[in-house]
């Protein structure tokens, strides 16, 4: 069991600032806009060796409609749930609201334990709103700067016995069962340092799964329907979702980690810091995924801003699976999506065969299943990879049947291929020479390889290699 620790406030004292500076990273988006956070997100933190779980939340506001705030706070209330501790954070610049007054009592009736953290004291000014923090009733608040880092040992002695109570003790071996575990992974390869981390495939870690595409295509509402949960905040508005949002899910067995992003408009129309600070989370999310689903609207055709997330997917290298949402609504649906399919063939013919699915994300439903197996579907082909052996006989093959053109008025020759990597499958083709070399020529050695070693839906890349010449000087 990991200790969870719930960060809450009203908007803009500093709750994201403080979470990142836990988590290490700046997963959370920051900026002097109030009410920026609005989803809540869960990471890994670590202070002084100190492990814990940290979940940053929405700014609370008191509005129980079914407005934008309204719903950060329903979120906020599900977040610390799945808490075992709270911060209160207040400002001590702005000194205590009506507001920070508020909360503090609503979190006081709350079955969890709190305390009080004064953010923002880095100026000696700051302690006025230390003597004034008392009234909230937690005992003695601790004063914080999270944007400068300190205050931190101050959390830490506070959690520290807390984390220590919650977390199981270690299994005490004996000497004998200790070598034995040591040269059992030893055995298993696990000490000898050899070959690249990315190629090997551990099934206790996670497939990264980017849910990407325009606002208001459904992508919230689809996370949200495989979760059977209200995980992140939908509606009719379009940009609700800023922040990244990370869940750990499982299918048929293997881990993913699903990550709900903000939509993505057309360059020319992010004219906001907010939204563009959105769109570059997003980005990021698509560079760290290993599968990226793409959602786009089955009562339109492809738009331009589909087809240019798709290609940024591919040159990042990443697997596709494309998703039609909003399928109910669709009445000649044969038709419909042989119309879908004939435009993605014709706008991604360097990407073929990939997989097109269609769903109603609000109304769930097994098709929503379909989407995960396509996911592991393609991960696979993602990290597939063929023997040298069989690529050099099938390079000769290919060399018969269409011989690279002539250079200068001399053979190219193209003598040896080999996979140096997955994720992507990547060739490594030695040549006599590579200068001059086509990209027609190139175009058709990778839709051999694709076609002749079933490779569809992912990224396949080759690197050119002239080989060395005994003469050349």
């Not at 059992?184 to 390869?189: R, S």
């Not at 250079?407 to 499958?425: D, E, F, H, S, W």
């Amino acid at each position: 069991m990991t200790f969870t620790v719930a960060i809450i406030g009203r908007p803009n004292v500093g709750k994201s600032t403080l979470f990142n500076r836990l988590v290490g990273k700046r997963l959370a988006l920051v900026h002097d806009t109030p009410g920026l956070t609005r989803d809540w997100r869960m990471a890994d933190a670590e202070l002084r060796g100190l492990k814990f779980k940290v979940i940053d939340t929405a700014g609370l506001e008191e509005t129980f409609d079914d407005s934008i705030q309204g719903r950060m706070r329903t979120q906020t209330e599900r977040a610390l749930e799945k808490a075992d501790f709270a911060f209160l954070v207040v400002d001590a610049r702005t000194g205590l609201t009506p507001m920070d007054k508020h909360f503090a009592l609503w979190l006081r009736k709350q079955k969890i334990k709190s305390a009080l953290l004064v953010n923002k004291c880095e100026a000696k000014s700051a302690i006025d709103s230390m003597y004034e923090a008392y009234e909230l009733g937690f005992g003695d608040p601790i004063p914080i700067s999270a944007e400068h880092g300190q205050g931190m040992e101050d959390i830490y002695e506070l959690l520290r016995p807390l984390v220590d109570a919650a977390t199981p003790p270690e299994e005490e071996l004996t000497e004998e069962e200790d070598l034995e575990r040591y040269f059992q992974k030893y055995n298993e390869g696990d000490e000898t340092g050899f070959g690249d981390e990315e190629e090997v495939e551990d099934l206790d870690n996670p497939i990264k799964v980017a849910i990407v595409g325009r606002p208001n295509v459904g992508k919230s509402t689809f996370m949200n329907a495989i979760l059977g949960e209200e995980r992140s905040m939908v509606g009719p508005e379009a940009g609700i979702t800023r922040d990244a949002v990370h869940v750990d899910w499982e299918f048929n067995g293997r881990k993913m980690r699903l990550v709900d992003t903000a939509g993505m408009r057309r360059r020319a129309r992010v004219h906001n810091i907010i939204e563009h600070m959105s769109v570059q989370d997003t980005l990021r999310a698509i560079r760290l995924a290993q599968v990226v689903i793409l959602m786009v609207e089955a009562d339109t055709e492809f738009e331009k801003q589909d087809l240019t997330i798709a290609h940024h997917v591919i040159d990042e290298g990443r697997a596709l699976v494309v998703v039609a949402n909003k399928w109910d609504m669709i009445e000649n649906r044969a038709e419909k999506l042989d119309e879908l399919q004939h435009q993605l063939k014709k706008q991604m013919a360097q990407l073929r065969d990939v997989p097109l699915l269609t769903i109603s994300a609000l109304n769930g439903g097994k098709r929503l299943d379909h989407v995960l197996q396509s996911v592991l579907d393609v991960y696979a082909l993602w990290n597939k990879r063929v023997p040298t052996g069989k690529l050099n006989r099938w390079l000769r093959m290919m060399e018969s049947q269409n011989p690279a053109p002539l250079i200068q008025g001399r053979q190219n020759r193209l003598r040896y291929m080999t996979q140096i990597k997955a994720r992507p499958p990547t060739f490594a083709l030695w040549m006599s020479n590579t200068e001059g070399y086509p990209e027609a020529h190139e175009r058709f050695i990778v839709n051999s390889l694709r076609r002749d070693f079933d490779l569809p839906s992912v990224p396949v890349r080759i690197v050119l290699k002239a080989s060395k010449n005994p003469y050349k000087d």
